[in-house]
């Protein structure tokens, strides 16, 4: 017995099915008053670099316990594929700076260093609607989070330092040479 | 006017739909000799840790240069989904270790360490029709790598030292609490 379905259904299964796909990537949300909201599923969107004390300074950027910090980027997934392939952030690029303390001697590992728990977590967003790229900064815990205010240093070091739109490719072994391309 | 659609052409459609997301996670392929192909797609998988010169010996692990080694660690995404809801790796787990030299004083960065190039990439492969985890080994641009044999003192160590299942959960930030629950 063959059965028949509308078409309407059909086209909807369809389309629920790509907007479950789109909803994971999706992550510009933000609350009534503008505050951004934590990008809950950041950890399984593309991995871009990790670098370990990164500073603008002479002394590495350690934790409250006086560890070097581990900095792991992410973007959000179609941010990525969009700078692959045309070598420019699509406009509701969300980029993800999580910061992790260090420790050595876990376990069997005897040298080097191993990342421990989120000290922070911060985002940059790219949204023509709201001015362009914006920055916010999340505590552990933390659900939404204002602007940083365009005033900050933050904002005039990647415009200065930042070799692609303000952000640091440079550091992106896998996006560099898409970039210079 | 309101199309009609049989019943096995729309489920047609919806099983295509499912299959596309389930060839870009099934990442375990062999050639015909039994070498695992290279996984192409794996800098899109999920992110689960980064180190930095982890040894377990006395000095930290460096490259060619002399500059130590970052780790990144990803695993196909229904393998990593399948450990965070039962803490176990399911069959046909795809582990990544990608090895990458570092660098310091990059650009505006005067301390702590970024990425740079890919110095190797080991895969640690759980497929119960092949007897279990294997490893495998490849350089830059090599497409398929022959199984390390099960001498090797890399299996034997992860045994012992291994938290769960082999592999060094111990390590993975975001994993390591699913396991002690």
């Given at each position: 017995m063959r059965k028949i379905i509308p078409a309407f259904l059909t086209y909807g299964a369809v389309v629920a099915l790509f907007a479950m796909q789109a909803s994971s990537t999706a992550e510009v949300r933000y609350a009534q008053d503008g505050a951004f909201l934590f990008p809950q599923g950041y950890r399984t969107w593309t991995f871009v670099t990790s670098g370990l004390g990164?500073?603008?300074?002479p002394s590495g950027a350690s934790d409250a316990q006086g560890n070097l910090k581990f900095d792991n980027v992410f973007a959000s997934p179609t941010a990525y594929r969009g700078f692959q392939q045309n070598g420019v952030w699509p406009d509701k690029t969300v980029l993800v700076l999580e910061l992790r303390g260090s420790s050595t001697?876990?376990?069997?590992?005897?040298s080097g260093y191993v990342q421990t728990g989120v000290v922070d977590v911060e985002v940059h967003v790219k949204d023509a609607a709201r001015g362009g790229w914006a920055f916010y900064a999340f505590r552990p815990g933390q659900t939404q989070a204002k602007m940083i205010?365009?005033?900050?240093?933050c904002y005039s070091c990647h415009e200065q330092h930042g070799s692609v739109d303000t952000t640091?490719?440079?550091?992106?072994p896998t996006l560099s040479g898409v970039a210079n391309r």
């Amino acid at each position: 017995m063959r059965k028949i379905i509308p078409a309407f259904l059909t086209y909807g299964a369809v389309v629920a099915l790509f907007a479950m796909q789109a909803s994971s990537t999706a992550e510009v949300r933000y609350a009534q008053d503008g505050a951004f909201l934590f990008p809950q599923g950041y950890r399984t969107w593309t991995f871009v670099t990790s670098g370990l004390g990164m500073s603008y300074g002479p002394s590495g950027a350690s934790d409250a316990q006086g560890n070097l910090k581990f900095d792991n980027v992410f973007a959000s997934p179609t941010a990525y594929r969009g700078f692959q392939q045309n070598g420019v952030w699509p406009d509701k690029t969300v980029l993800v700076l999580e910061l992790r303390g260090s420790s050595t001697n876990v376990s069997i590992n005897r040298s080097g260093y191993v990342q421990t728990g989120v000290v922070d977590v911060e985002v940059h967003v790219k949204d023509a609607a709201r001015g362009g790229w914006a920055f916010y900064a999340f505590r552990p815990g933390q659900t939404q989070a204002k602007m940083i205010p365009r005033s900050a240093t933050c904002y005039s070091c990647h415009e200065q330092h930042g070799s692609v739109d303000t952000t640091f490719v440079q550091f992106y072994p896998t996006l560099s040479g898409v970039a210079n391309r």
